[in-house]
């Protein structure tokens, strides 16, 4: 599969890393606090501006079914597609700002308007994308024709299962359910890559996320498993802060639904004990 590109540069990061809260901002400054809300004599970035929902949120169980989409990518094309993707994507809703959506989950994409949903697909379209994007969510969509994604794609899931495919899908699944593994890292690496680009997340200079690029490396140096704790716990207080309740996410409730479905689950070993 190789290594994942670097998502972001070291010379964006550099120059949404620090926010001067006092005195007259200057212009580079004035426009880096545009997505900012003031609140007295401070700015409050778009990030801790989301709605605090204090309840826990589980990885394997809601983000991750909830970020699976950016490893189908991977896994049918390459890190550098899925990270092309979110840029396509970034770039059409940059502007269009929505604080109820990051557009890296995929609930997000149940909330498109019909005009959004035309509008994005075309942009993906001049972009170049959207034909491997549609090629490499098909066997996906195909398990999962219900799924939001499938708004983005001219196509209809067959819902035909290919048996191979799910036993690969399903093997891809067991290795995500580790938040820490590298594909579980990189997935979440993408979520924080259209933050950036939507100007949804700034760090500050000395931070591990201002390290972002190192994430290519996962896990293997010293300054890469720096970065992937910190995209781990970064994109845990997005989800807490983005995701509807477990219960109320109907996304990750027919995910697992299916899943059940698809490969019921055999009592049969336990019977003989």
């Known amino acids: 599969m190789g290594h994942p590109p670097a998502l972001v540069s070291g010379r964006k990061l550099k120059e949404a890393s620090r926010v001067k809260m006092k005195g007259h901002p200057t212009r580079k400054e004035r426009k880096v606090l545009d997505s900012y809300r003031k609140v ?3 700015f409050v970035p778009p990030l801790l501006d989301m709605p605090i929902r204090p309840d826990y949120i589980s990885w394997a169980s809601h983000t991750m079914p909830e970020l699976i989409w950016w490893d189908v ?8 597609f ?6 396509g994507i970034a770039h059409y809703f940059k502007g269009r700002e929505n604080r109820d959506c990051w557009w890296a989950f995929i609930s997000d994409y149940s909330r498109l308007t019909d005009e959004d949903a035309a ?5 993906l379209s001049r972009e170049g994308v959207l034909p491997q994007l549609m090629e490499s969510l098909a066997d996906f969509l195909d398990l999962y024709p219900a799924c939001p994604i499938s708004r983005l794609v001219d196509r209809r899931p067959t819902g035909i299962v290919d048996v191979g495919y799910l036993g690969q899908f399903e093997g891809r699944v067991r290795e995500l359910e580790d938040k820490r593994s590298r594909n579980g890292v990189l997935i979440q690496a993408q979520a924080l890559y259209l933050g950036f680009i939507l100007g949804k997340l700034r760090v500050k200079r000395g931070l591990a996320l201002a390290d972002f690029p190192e994430v290519q490396n996962y896990p293997n ?6 970065v992937g704790a910190a995209i781990c716990a970064s994109v845990n207080m997005v989800a807490g ?3 509807p309740k477990y219960s109320d996410d109907d996304w990750v409730q027919y995910f ?3 899943s059940l479905d698809l490969r019921p689950l055999d009592f049969r070993q336990l019977e003989k004990r």
Do not use: F, N, P, Q
């Open 82 to 87: 899925a990270a092309k993707v979110a840029e």
């Open 119 to 123: 509008g994005l697909t075309d942009h």
């Open 221 to 226: 140096s010293e300054k890469s498993l720096r």
């Open 256 to 258: 697992w639904r299916r």
């Open 40 to 42: 007295g004599t401070k």
């Open 73 to 80: 990518l991977a896994d049918k094309v390459s890190h550098r």
């Open 241 to 243: 802060r983005m995701l």
